[in-house]
């Protein structure tokens, strides 16, 4: 089992930054593909950012403003996330697809809070 540990969450004022950063811990041989996902109260969870067979992919709510980006020597991903709005607010869950003896998995990590708020 992959266990997906999130840091860098937290409160900031609109207008703000904040950079989110999702490590893995485990045993797999292959990364099909990393996401940043965030759930608003109320609402069902969406992907934010994602990479996929080196293709990067954003939800229109936040081109321009978070960029995804992965480190290939440690495994992790980021998520830059600039020019926060009082809507980017949510809890952010990074997930990994990956191949384990030849089979796709899937991990979710544990979520990370952001809140924007003046």
């Known amino acids: 089992q992959l266990q997906l540990e999130e840091s860098g969450g937290g409160l900031v004022h609109p207008g703000g930054s904040l950079r989110l950063s999702c490590a893995p811990s485990g045993r797999f041989s292959v990364i099909n593909a990393v996401g940043w996902y965030r759930q608003a109260p109320g609402k069902q969870r969406e992907l934010v950012a994602g990479?996929?067979?080196?293709?990067?992919d954003y939800a229109d709510s936040v081109k321009g403003r978070f960029t995804i980006s992965g480190d290939n020597a440690k495994d992790t991903i980021s998520l830059q996330m600039n020019s926060l709005k009082p809507d980017d607010t949510g809890v952010y869950y990074c997930?990994?697809?990956?191949?384990?003896?030849?089979?796709?998995?899937?991990?979710w990590g544990q979520g990370t809070q952001v809140t924007v708020s003046a």
């Open positions: 990479i996929t067979g080196g293709r990067t």
């Open positions: 997930n990994f697809r990956f191949i384990v003896a030849g089979r796709e998995y899937e991990s």
